[in-house]
């Protein structure tokens, strides 16, 4: 029977593993201790994650498109991410537990993000992100003032994918460059206790890094950010089709899904994942 570790102190290498908080994830922004982050939607791979070691496990609206194989994230509902976070919250991870506002669910307004959040964190959330700049800081005001951490999501942001133009590179020029800064900055003094980035150049992910108190998370971002995110399914390669430049295969090698999340672990905390290779210089 599948055990799914509920109440479980110990990770497979039985040694006892303290719960991640806001305050040590805080800390590795002077520490230089890095952050990982990795997707995760069910209870198996939650405990498998947590066994491995991951700092923070993101319940991504990506569920949209590696679990129910649609385009872009845009059709997943709050009920649906409700329901994932349950089940990565339940066998009680010592890993954070982050979920995403999906589409349509905080851009109304601040109330309407309030209500949505609650049920986020009621479902076993600790944090919740959202996608979006400037016009995002009286709602990572409203949460945080509220009790609702709040991680912003900058750069490319999924949920504006035919906005964008696709899924492109952020933050090119010099005017995009300072505006993605100047945003990050806004929503940190608004609350916000951690910013993810996706899909902007190295240099800018590094004057983000430099230019903020609070941890950086990048995706596509290059090795200055305080911690990388990646997608579950890109580093265990059961995505189908093209990868993207910043995708790292991990099962290549490995003898099991554990051994790679754990290679992708060592890798994150030593710094030798993203190589050059993995980002974009401009
Ligand atoms: O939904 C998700 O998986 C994400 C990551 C790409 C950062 O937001």
């Known amino acids: 029977m599948a055990n799914y570790g509920i109440d479980s102190e110990k990770s ?6 303290k719960a991640v908080t806001l305050r040590d994830l805080k800390a590795r922004k002077t520490s230089g201790e890095r952050i990982v982050m990795l997707t995760c939607y069910d209870a198996s791979f939650s405990q498998v994650l947590d066994d491995c070691g991951v700092d923070v ?6 569920l949209g498109m590696v679990l129910q194989g649609h385009a ?11 329901y994932h976070t349950e089940c990565v919250a339940r066998p009680k991870p010592k890993a954070w537990v982050l979920a995403d506002m999906p589409f349509g669910s905080y851009q109304e307004s601040p109330a309407q993000a309030y209500a949505n959040a609650a049920r986020l964190m009621a479902a076993g959330a ?13 709602t990572v005001e409203f949460l945080t003032q509220r009790g609702i951490p709040v991680c912003a999501h900058l750069g ?6 035919h906005q964008l133009g ?4 952020q933050g090119r020029d010099d005017a995009a460059a300072k505006q993605l800064i100047a945003d990050a900055k ?3 003094t608004s609350g916000a206790d951690m910013v993810l980035v996706e899909l902007i150049p190295t240099p800018l992910g590094r004057a983000l890094t430099e230019s903020l108190s609070v941890p950086t998370i990048g995706i596509g971002a290059g090795p200055h950010t305080t911690g990388q995110v ?12 093209k990868k993207a430049r910043f995708v790292k295969n991990y099962m290549a090698g490995a003898g099991s899904i554990r051994e790679a999340i754990s290679r992708y672990v060592a890798e994150v905390r030593s710094g030798a994942y993203p190589a050059p290779e993995h980002g974009f210089e401009s």
């Open 156 to 161: 490319l942001t999924p949920q504006s994918v």
């Open 126 to 138: 600790q944090m919740v992100k959202i996608e979006g700049g400037a016009w995002l800081a009286p």
């Open 12 to 17: 497979a290498s039985g040694a006892a593993r």
């Open 57 to 62: 496990l993101l319940i991504g609206d990506s």
């Open 166 to 169: 696709g899924y492109r590179v």
């Open 186 to 188: 806004l929503l940190q």
């Open 230 to 241: 990646l997608v579950l399914h890109d580093i265990l390669d059961v995505t189908p089709g």
């Open 72 to 82: 872009s994230t845009l059709p997943v509902t709050m009920d649906q991410i409700v």
